[in-house]
């Protein structure tokens, strides 16, 4: 165990040796033995040994010490005030931080102060505004159950993930027998929790590849593991955490599901489910330790990922949806963003997660955009509106979990009052969903009275040192204020009352927490003090007095305050309860207002950007002068033509960067803006629903996990062939290349012969193959285009047009020294490739006389060597032909290629000489 984890070492077995104190301190990190914990003092978290240690080294603080009776230890502490920043610090490095605060008044304690740890931060669960971004904050759980086995059974990682074929719609291309293989009938379950808005959500599914989909997709900050699930058999990059056994077992997980809904086997499909679930919502519970049940979560939600258009990791980053290597301005989202609230913010994000597979719910979607689109009046009022929104929300789960204060109140009003403006804006809808938003417009007025009358309209943060609820909503505790109000008013004339009455000049009347109200009188002025004053302070140069009365309204104004004070906060709470048993409208609220949102930003964009509505049909992708949404926002862009409705597959090539895979990229960005219910960058579109986007586009290794590029390539190849289905969009971006050029192209070959054949997938694929483009000859439904370049003088100009047919050259010695590659190598790569294509040329005409030769047959046979045999071949001395077999292609580097060839041609030269 990390050494800043747990009990400290050497004091757990001495706790009868420690002070109370640091026992207390021992006991909690007992505890929560995974957690790095941190003990409130005063103003400041504390942390101990080794715990104080890992916080100085990892927050860059200093380490001081504690002394005691029983010794000396390491010790570092953080601000309260200032906490959030340190402990974002933590979170990052990987830490879970449990809380630990005085949950006693120290002025009211007897002997050592009461702690207990109020909350347990961690990646997954964070609650606190100044942690969160505006996108949801998920924390996922996984269970899996083996079909005959109990739930202690561990199932193994599978031995070799690139052949591993679970995908959505795939099987597993191993047999059940194998070592490490997928265990027959086993059901995977993975369920979803945003702790800081309430939103729950599980699914299942027979393959592990649509639950690894689903983490994909919902991208969780943590995730929860259960016994029988392994690490290894899910790709996560995120704090994974391993929680009791005892909230996965199957009764355990249906009686915590009870207490948020009633029949738990009515919302969940399969016992994975439940276990999942149950599991999440006991360790969500967990780590909000004194708060308890999470009242905020009144939705458990069952889906299928079926129902939504399958994108997964490599989808998502190789067509920058969400995130680019380079600029996060350059993507998908940062186009579509223009939300007016963090409701609408978070919603665009599900969107965009998972577009529509059902054509009618696309539609209603795409009727309400275009309404807004013709309405310019409705869009910007509905804008300007909903600016004025509070995330309500998580204001919602602040409420309902008892840690909502005043601000917040008055801000859920905020966001109450302009609902039934809103309603107005929308009062002359048409269209089903701008009408369900106007008639889900719940003003709550109930609540929205309530807070009005009860809290201060700019009330102070705390909600412990009064002035949070307003005069007339409760009379006690106006009588109270009321006195405290006169007491302090008396107060503040005895001063003059009392000069006037002793004729001393310098009285005056003062306070101190200490010491109460007091009458001062200066040394010199002593003698003709009143009898009644009874001496409560000596000081240098004066004497601190109080008389009777003084004392009984010091009494008055403290008691007073005291209890006013105690009246507001018990006011404040029981608002704050009243507030929440309305949790669930408030939620559906939110709902409608993020719909808006996303609604009305979709309209906008399409508006500003000249997007069309896409229509929907099954005979394939026809788009006009389609274009890419967020190339265009940066450079100067060529718009495109696609036509892959008879001909669904497309062989494209054309010279490097003349715009392949831009063009690949922004037909399944289309696809994908349409099926969320978005225009499309397009003069016309029309298109088949897609269940999913596949992609094989770029170039990576995984160098600590043993995968070299051209592995990598082979993997994402695997998933596709084994999950897409005739419904599916395939992009292919010169799949075959690091090895051989012979392997490469027979692979490339291979797989485009199989979508063709067995998948029908409509299938995008560049190649730089050019002897790919003789299967449109070949293969019923496949098509070549290809983008044009022009050489003017030596100088090559990309079109970026796409044209039909196939392209006669590369270009990539033109690329090359566009990216800067020195001439002499440009110049020499020339002369290579002039030399190629004579020696390209001598060989055909070769073959064409050999040729003629086969049809005289001369009756050599058919086992004879020399009849395999190149004369050219026979020539090339051995030491030659062993090096060119011992290169390592998939390893060496174009340049370093082009070194090693010319080397051994001038080798090969000097021997001929």
Known sequence: MDAALGPPEGLAANREDLTPMMSQYVELCAAYDDALLLFQMGDFYEAFCGAAETISRELEITLTQREDSTGTYPMAGIPIDNAATYVETLLDAGYRIAIAEQVEDADEATGVVDRAVTRVVTP????????????????????????????????????????????????????????????????????????STGEFRATSADSRGVIQDELDRLAPAEIVLAPEV??????????????????????????????????????????????????????????????????????????????????????????????????????????????????????????????????????????????????????????????????VERLAARVSRGRANARDLRALKATLDVVPRLRETLADAESDLLVECREGF??????????????????????????????????????????????????????????????????????????????????????????????????KNSERFYTPELERREDEILGAAERADAREHQLFTDIRSEIAAETGRIQRLADHLASLDVLRTLAGVAVENDYARPAFGKDGIEIREGRHPVVERHAEFVPNDADLCGERFAIITGPNMAGKSTYMRQIALIAILAQMGSFVPAQEARLPIVDRVFTRV?????????????????????????????????????????????????????????????????????????????????????????????????????????????????????VARLAGVPEPVVERSRELVAVGAAEHAHGDRNRDDDSSEADDDSGRPDDDPAAETDPDEAAIPDEIVAELRSLRIAETTPVEALVRLDGLKRRLDDENH
């Open 442 to 539: 719940d003003a709550l007025d109930d609540v929205r009275g309530l807070i009005g009358r009860a809290i201060q309209a700019e009330p102070p943060a705390e909600i412990t040192e009064g002035g949070v609820i307003a005069p007339g909503f409760d009379d006690d505790l106006d009588d109270l204020r009321t006195t405290a109000r006169e007491g302090r008013e008396w107060v503040a004339s005895l001063e003059d009352r009392e000069r006037e009455r002793t004729g001393i000049d310098s009285l005056s009347v003062g306070h101190t927490e200490v010491h109460g109200y007091y009458i001062e009188v200066t040394n010199p002025n002593l003698d003709r003090v009143p009898e009644e004053y009874t001496r409560r302070q000596t000081l």
């Open 124 to 195: 997954g669960t964070v609650v606190e505004d100044e942690l969160l971004a505006p996108a949801n904050n998920y924390v996922a759980c996984l269970a899996a159950d083996v079909a005959g086995e109990t739930h202690d059974t561990t199932i193994e990682p599978a031995v070799d993930e690139a052949t591993d074929a679970e995908t959505d719609g795939g099987t597993s291309a191993k047999s059940s027998t194998e070592p490490g293989a997928e265990p027959s009938g086993t059901t995977y379950a993975v369920a979803f929790v945003d702790v």
């Open 698 to 814: 770029g170039a990576s290794d995984d160098i600590a996990g043993g995968q070299s590029t051209f592995m990598r390539e082979m993997a994402e190849l695997t998933d596709i062939l084994h999950g897409a289905t005739e419904s599916s969009l395939v992009l292919l971006d010169e799949v075959g290349r690091g090895t051989s050029t012979t392997d490469g192209e027979a692979i490339a070959r291979a797989v485009t012969e199989f979508i063709h054949d067995e998948i029908g997938a409509t299938t995008l694929f560049a190649t730089h193959y050019h002897g790919l483009t003789d299967l449109a000859e070949k293969l019923d439904g496949v098509q070549t285009l290809q983008f044009a370049a022009d050489r003017t003088d030596g100088e090559v100009t990309f079109l970026h047009t796409v044209a039909d047919g196939a392209a006669s050259a590369s270009y990539g010695v033109d």
């Open 230 to 391: 392994s690490r290894e058999n899910f790709d996560v990059d995120c704090m994974v955490t391993p929680h009791d056994a005892a909230a996965f077992e199957p009764e355990a997980a249906r009686e915590r599901i009870a207490s948020y809904a009633p029949r738990p086997d009515a919302v969940f499909e399969c016992e994975a489910e439940i276990r999942a679930a149950g599991a999440l919502l006991a360790y969500a519970e967990h780590t909000q330790a004194t708060d308890g049940e999470l009242g905020h979560v009144t939705r458990l939600t069952r889906y299928d990922p079926r129902d939504r258009m399958g994108l997964g990791a490599t989808a998502l980053r190789s067509l920058d949806v969400f995130e680019n290597p380079s600029d996060d301005e350059h993507t998908l989202v940062a186009v579509l963003d223009e939300t007016s609230c963090a409701l609408g913010r978070r919603e665009l994000d599900r969107w965009l997660r998972r577009p529509l597979l059902d054509r009618a719910a696309i539609e209603a979607r795409l009727d309400a955009v275009e309404e807004l689109t013709r309405d310019s009046l409705v869009r910007e009022e509905a804008r300007e509106l909903l600016r004025e929104v509070y995330d």
